[in-house]
Structure formats: C-alpha cells, structure tokens
C-alpha cells in the first residue's frame, strides 16, 4: 500500500497541496486581528491637521473613545473640541462584521442627529481625506484577501497583501495592504477607486506599545494623490481598560459627550 500511496501523492498537482494566495492572505489577517484582540477599550486624544493643495493648514482637536466588542466590530465615539465652528461634534460609529455599519452624526448647531447611509459612507469625513468607511474598525470578515508577496518597506521586512471590500457601496474596488512580519502592524494601506485607479495613500508611523502587547501607531497620514490635499492624525494620551461600557456608546451619548 505504501508505494500505492506515494504514486497516488507524485500525481496530485503542487498547487492542489500548497496554499493558495487567498488562503496566505487571510491567514495573515487573521492573525494581525488576533494580536489586537483583547484590549476591552481605549481613550486617546488626536490632533487632526488638514492640508490644502497649496499648502494652507488647519488643525483640529479631537477625543476617541473606543469599546472592543466579543462578537462584532468595535464601537468608537469621537468628539471634536477645537475649532469653535465644530465643538461638540460628535460621531458615533458601530462596526459590525457582516453587513453595513451603523454610523451617526451629531451636529451641535442643528441640534440633531444624522444617520449616515450606507451608500454615503465613501464621502469625506468632516472635510478630511478619511472617508467614513476608513473610521471603522478593520475587521477581517469585510474583505477577501490575497497574498501578493513579501517586500521590504522602510527597512521592515512585510507581507503585501490585497484585500477587496465586500460591502459594495464601498468607495474603493480593491486595496494593498503593507503589514510587518515581525509585529503584524499595518504600514501602509493604498486604495484604489471605482475606476481601480489609485486614489490615496494611508501611512502609519511612530508605533508605540501598550499593555505590553498593543500597538498603535503616533501618526497616520493620508494623502489624496488625485486632489493633492492630505489629513495627518497624531495621537497621544492612549489609555486602556479604563472601565467603559456600551451605554457609553448609545446613541444618547452622542448629545452628552463633553
């Protein structure tokens, strides 16, 4: 039976017994997601600075609070302090796994609260190069992967990979994805359009340890190669564990957050 078995192995193809592309790319996700599990939830401060194509800046203040969730995506509630003409702002976000998130607005001035469509969610977030779709937690399950291949970034050895959205009001058709092999930190993330078309450029930088397990990164900068304007996010004041809860994150707290 031995030999029987050898002969029946040689004839297999090499691709039919080695892993796919797709296969490597999700087990890559899978485990940058598993490195991050388990922070419970966060709060950080952000200096958010818009840059025009000629080069005028603007700058606003910013707090992030964020709620890790067992079985979905995570929530986050974000609030604009500076400048005067969007303080108290607020933006709800709940990420969820499969199927659209749900994101709210809170506009002081009109004293109401905005849902934002899902069909709307590839629309500039207040004025930045973010879109609304950029702010939700990356989870694993809103994409299909592929492994492209290993590359040196920065002097890092990483993994490139491409993942396409599975929302299809997604603003993007695909994305390439740089992560460190040796910490599975995203370094670099480009996006391409509708019309597969590079559109920007999103860079992690500065990344600093918590916990002693979780990474984030001090500045994130993106840049829109196609309008020339570029919004930079440089965080600090991380705390974690400091006790929240989802009422925190109701949508009552978008009118009481201070």
């Known amino acids: 039976m031995k030999p029987l078995l050898l002969?029946?192995?040689?004839?297999?193809?090499?691709?039919a017994l080695a892993q796919s592309d797709q296969e490597r790319?999700?087990?890559?996700?899978?485990?940058?997601?598993?490195?991050?599990?388990?922070?419970?939830?966060?709060?950080?401060?952000?200096?958010?600075?818009?840059?025009?194509?000629q080069g005028d800046e603007s700058i606003r203040l910013i707090r992030v609070r964020t709620l890790e969730q067992e079985h979905d995506g995570d929530k986050s509630l974000t609030t604009f302090d500076q400048p005067a003409d969007v303080k108290g702002t607020n933006f709800l976000s709940f990420t969820h796994k499969s199927g659209p998130d749900d994101q709210w607005l809170y506009l002081p001035a009109l004293k109401r609260v905005k849902r934002i469509s899902s069909r709307n969610k590839s629309g500039p977030f207040m004025g930045s190069?973010?879109?609304?779709?950029?702010?939700?937690?990356?989870?694993?399950?809103?994409?299909?992967?592929?492994?492209?291949?290993?590359?040196d970034y920065e002097g890092m050895e990483t993994y490139r990979l491409e993942r396409i959205p599975e929302d299809k009001y997604s603003g993007y058709t695909r994305q390439e994805v740089w992560i460190d092999k040796a910490e599975y930190r995203p370094q670099k993330v480009v996006f391409y359009d509708r019309k597969n078309s590079i559109l920007k450029?999103?860079?992690?930088?500065?990344?600093?340890?918590?916990?002693?397990?979780?990474?984030?990164?001090?500045?994130?900068?993106?840049?829109?190669?196609?309008?020339?304007?570029?919004?930079?996010?440089?965080?600090s004041d991380y705390e974690f564990q400091t006790g929240q809860t989802d009422r925190d994150f109701d949508r009552n707290s978008l009118k009481r957050a201070r």
């Open 129 to 151: 190069e973010f879109a609304y779709e950029d702010l939700s937690s990356q989870e694993v399950e809103k994409y299909t992967y592929r492994y492209l291949g290993d590359e």
């Open 25 to 53: 790319g999700l087990e890559i996700a899978i485990e940058a997601d598993r490195r991050d599990t388990g922070f419970q939830d966060s709060r950080a401060a952000m200096k958010m600075i818009l840059r025009n194509r």
């Open 201 to 235: 450029t999103l860079t992690y930088s500065g990344y600093k340890q918590y916990l002693g397990k979780y990474w984030r990164a001090s500045e994130m900068l993106m840049e829109n190669h196609q309008t020339g304007k570029s919004t930079r996010l440089v965080w």
């Open 7 to 15: 002969l029946i192995l040689a004839s297999i193809p090499f691709c």
